[in-house]
């Protein structure tokens, strides 16, 4: 790939895995879709080639995804129970393991951007709740009214999760697995954005942004604003950004565990994500996918879902972009 | 130490590092210090000697250190910036990589039993704030007033820290690392309360549980919450729980990285948490500590402070608390 002229850049993008098959999406969302994310990596490809970091990559990449409201991240994320909005986000430089995030927002309209300003500014990696929007605010990021954020694509998603949940509980017999299983909505319930790169200097980023689950409750929070879970960055290893059933992501660590069986067990990149997403996350009871840059620039995209919206460009500026498994 | 006879147990808890030295600790504080570690590691003791499970015991230990008003967890625990508690706490099973968290609670009196709550009964993994409170609320767990957490130590403690930053930001030149380490306050600023534990089924556990730090704003939460970073365990390697400063632990992701490095370079865990808390966390800029056991019952507590209030207890139930470096 290398021309040995030019230095190399790589950007990996996704916007969530989950039950995305050709049967349930149709030809106008599958170009819809196609069309967002080769936009996102255009814009990030006009940072990189350039030479600019790979953190104003991604978080230009996220913004762009964030604002589409196709993908469950800032506006076109989920409702929470209570027909509410809560975003989660978290960005990390793999330069010096600086890190941001934060979690449970409903005014900050570009969670991304609220993410690098905690790490930035805040001294914190991570903020919560009416706390990081007041934080926001006083950095001058852009706040709106929690309302921009509502689309009635993902109201309609609530309506309908709220209204087969409870005819599930009448029927009784409440298996948590198989409500999300048969969800059949694809993105609607685990949806997330992210992306990854490998500037020209050498440094990786990532970033992850997310409504979260529809009809989640109590403040739940995934794997995206976790360091080290969703979201995961280091030179000397790679950068991670996952999507998915957040709870099992949390619990094994995904993104450090990815980054960490390439630097103490020297497992390539593939090996590293596929020991992750397609053995311990399904043999633990979840699913998802995640995208990955190694320091060299390989990439891996794995997923154990149906499909996972996502997509890389290099050097060539070639935007390659993919959903389905084939 | 295991006679052959009886199945190896052991119990490791800390109180949480900082600038703990025989010169700003009365004699009468060293003494309490001592007692309230001695009283949790034979609370502890007891239900493991029994055959009681290492998550029953990491939960009763941290129970009666956050009840204790001494450590900065449940009562006692630090004010924020406008006066308020916040509380976090996580607890893991090493058994299933069961993992419960909740991050910014006000009025669940032991923040602990609401960690165990969450992974135990909402499907979650991490609740926060006002939902957390609801979701504790519901599953019938002990409900406080905020004022019940109040110590007016911890308020004088707050009143300083204000003092002390206004003096600086008059006198300019706001460097954080140097009013960190200026405190003198021990564990005000960042103390925490911990317990990791290996049952004679052979199961380990961590608890952690906090109030963060003093003085903190904008809904800034530590380590403590985040399973990987200041809580993690796995029956396959070890289970530890941190205390230090939360944002260097985080970026770390120091606790799965202990585990990752037993599991992926077989380390020992001496040379693991050794490797994090003594190398690791300091280059980065940060300080603390931990506590670890194996599964194989050895233990560690390195730390890179003066001092860590800590302690353990094994079959012959002789509890053994220390607090300074000798």
Chains 1, 2 share one sequence.
Request: proline share 2%.
């Amino acid at each position: 790939m290398n021309t040995g002229k030019q230095k190399k850049f790589v950007l990996v993008i996704h916007g969530g895995a989950g039950t995305i098959t050709r049967q349930n999406l149709t030809q106008q969302s599958e170009i819809a879709y196609k069309e967002s994310l080769e936009k996102a990596l255009q814009t990030g490809y006009q940072i990189l080639r350039v030479g600019g970091s790979s953190l104003d990559a991604v978080e230009a990449v996220v913004k762009i995804l964030e604002d589409n409201p196709l993908f469950n991240a800032g506006k076109g994320a989920v409702f929470t129970h209570e027909g509410k909005i809560e975003l989660d986000a978290a960005i990390m430089d793999g330069k010096n393991l600086a890190a941001g995030a934060i979690a449970g927002v409903t005014t900050i309209k570009n969670p991304i951007a609220g993410a690098r300003a905690v790490m930035e500014k805040s001294g914190h990696v991570l903020l919560i709740g009416k706390g990081a929007e007041a934080f926001a605010e006083e950095q001058g990021l852009d706040i709106v009214d929690p309302s921009y954020f509502y689309t009635q694509s993902r109201w309609d998603s609530l309506q309908n999760l709220i209204k087969r949940d409870t005819i599930k509980n009448q029927i009784n017999n409440n298996n948590r697995k198989t409500s999300v299983e048969k969800t059949g909505n694809h993105d609607s319930k685990f949806g997330t954005v992210g992306a990854v790169a490998l500037d020209m200097q050498g440094n990786l980023a990532a970033a992850t942004s997310t409504g979260g689950m529809t009809n989640k409750k109590y403040g739940r929070v995934g794997d995206v604003p976790i360091i080290g879970a969703g979201t995961y960055a280091s030179n000397a290893t790679c950068a991670i950004s996952c999507t998915g059933w957040g709870e099992f992501f949390i619990r094994l660590v995904v993104a450090k565990s990815v980054s960490d069986l390439v630097e103490y067990k020297n497992y390539s990149l593939k090996k590293s994500t596929e020991e992750m997403i397609m053995k311990k996350v399904p043999q633990l009871g979840g699913d998802g996918g995640l995208i990955a840059v190694d320091k060299n620039g390989n990439i891996a995209m794995p997923f154990n879902t149906p499909g996972m919206y996502r997509g890389y460009i290099k050097n060539d500026g070639k935007a390659v972009v993919k959903i389905f498994k084939d």
